[in-house]
């Protein structure tokens, strides 16, 4: 199976990320302290905006096989010399990415985003906020030389 999405944020591309959580210290009713971890409002409203476009290209069935993701990110900005420029400021990639794959477990894209065995993120300038994901389930590993071998 290989499967593209493309998802284009009019209002521009959420700037949220997965360490934007907060936690509150909480007493429990015998006077101990705990942490309670919440997620912030930003980072909430990145996750539903995310469900609602990928939800039309959910699977019926979740994949079982290794998964092969790649993920292309156009961060809107007005400047036209910088579109199509690799971004190389904050956020970061795995960051970002990680409410992305969380999103797509609960839609049962896959069972678990530790299938996730190759993953590729491109972040670049564009015109307007967009996300494109490539999906494709591997079958065999690939073979990497090491230093001294052929591949």
């Known amino acids: 199976m290989m499967k593209r999405m493309i998802l284009i944020f009019e209002n521009g591309l959420p700037r949220a990320t997965s360490q934007q959580k907060g936690e509150t210290i909480r007493r429990r009713a015998d006077g101990r302290r ?4 919440y997620r912030k409002p930003k980072v909430q409203a990145l996750r539903t905006m995310l469900g609602y476009q990928l939800k039309r290209y959910a699977p019926a069935k979740p994949s079982e096989a290794p998964i ?9 900005v007005k400047d036209k010399k910088l579109w199509g420029k690799y971004k190389t400021t904050r956020p970061d990639g795995d960051n970002y990415i990680k409410e992305l794959k969380d999103v797509m ?10 299938q996730v065995v190759d993953e590729r993120i491109v972040r670049t300038y564009s015109e307007k906020g967009s996300i494109t994901i490539q999906l494709e389930e591997l079958k065999e590993p690939v073979a990497i030389a090491t230093e001294g071998e052929e591949p």
């Open 68 to 76: 092969r993701l790649i993920v292309f990110v156009g961060f809107d």
């Open 34 to 37: 705990y942490v309670q971890h």
């Open 105 to 114: 477990t609960a839609l049962r894209f896959w069972k678990d985003d530790a």
